[in-house]
């Protein structure tokens, strides 16, 4: 058996559900659903989409994840039933933030809806933080001065593309980038991405390419900030001034 089948059994279960009512519900045969739940057939994709909404659990966690081992209740539930993020407190109730570490990037991309993987992240608590889910993701490059590779940006969970504002700065998870941490600016149904440092040009990703976005809550250094630091800045600033400057002269020959 595969485990959609043991999930959506156990599903039915958990509820009292009988096989028939299920059955009438989703407007299927109960032979059919039985195929389903002994795993010797599998839902098409517009079945699978209203089974998922029927037992208000995303599809990556119905074919992906053993919900028998999953606190279902103790998931948050997002709109259009697109992920259930599982969150964890301490003893006064307040939400852990999880680390991301560096190692565990590359393996976010595909455990960023797996509870276990989840789970087994390193956790911290900062008092100052409350009112939202909140995770702390690693800083690579430099394309987001002052902020230097090593440090961790702590991102506010963003439920809706709506409520991303023009200008501020987002943790984003795409399908084809991964982690970035980005300005953003909406443009229609897509998101323009700007680096705050100028030699990386800013680009589109279109919303339906997104999977997560984060707005940035704090962020925490691991090395320290010394004063030569800027004057770098501020001499890659000038080159880039100067390498523009001479693009635009080329220009007018």
């Not at 039933?81 to 969150?87: A, K, Q, T, V």
């Not at 100028?198 to 999977?211: C, G, N």
């Not at 809550?217 to 800027?230: G, R, V, Y």
Request: glycine content about 6%; proline content about 4%.
């Amino acid at each position: 058996m595969s485990l959609f089948s043991d999930n959506i059994k156990y599903l039915r279960g958990k509820k009292s559900l009988t096989q028939k009512g299920v059955a009438d519900d989703l407007a299927i045969t109960r032979a059919r659903l039985l195929k389903y739940e002994d795993g010797t057939s599998q839902p098409p994709i517009e079945l699978l989409k209203k089974i998922s909404n029927y037992y208000h659990v995303s599809i990556d966690l119905l074919v992906s994840v053993d919900l028998r081992k999953v606190a279902i209740d103790d998931l948050l539930k997002l709109d259009d039933n697109r992920i259930l993020l599982p969150i964890t407190v301490d003893s006064q109730g307040e939400n852990f933030i999880e680390i991301v570490p560096h190692k565990a990037r590359a393996g976010y991309m595909s455990g960023y809806a797996d509870p276990e993987f989840i789970e087994n992240l390193q956790q911290i608590s900062l008092p100052f933080l409350s009112n939202g889910k909140f995770r702390a993701f690693p800083v690579e490059g430099d394309s987001m001065p002052p902020h230097k590779e090593g440090s961790f940006i702590v991102g506010k969970y963003v439920e809706k593309l709506g409520e991303v504002m023009d200008g501020k700065t987002y943790i984003l998870l795409t399908r084809n980038d991964g982690i970035v941490y980005k300005r953003l600016n909406k443009n229609g149904r897509n998101l323009t991405l700007q680096s705050d440092n100028s030699i990386y040009k800013p680009y589109e990703v279109k919303a339906s390419d997104i999977l997560e976005i984060w707005e940035y809550a704090c962020s925490i250094a691991t090395k320290e900030f010394l004063p030569d630091d800027m004057g770098v800045e501020n001499l890659k600033d000038m080159l880039r001034e100067m390498r523009n400057d001479i693009v635009e002269m080329k220009s007018r020959l």
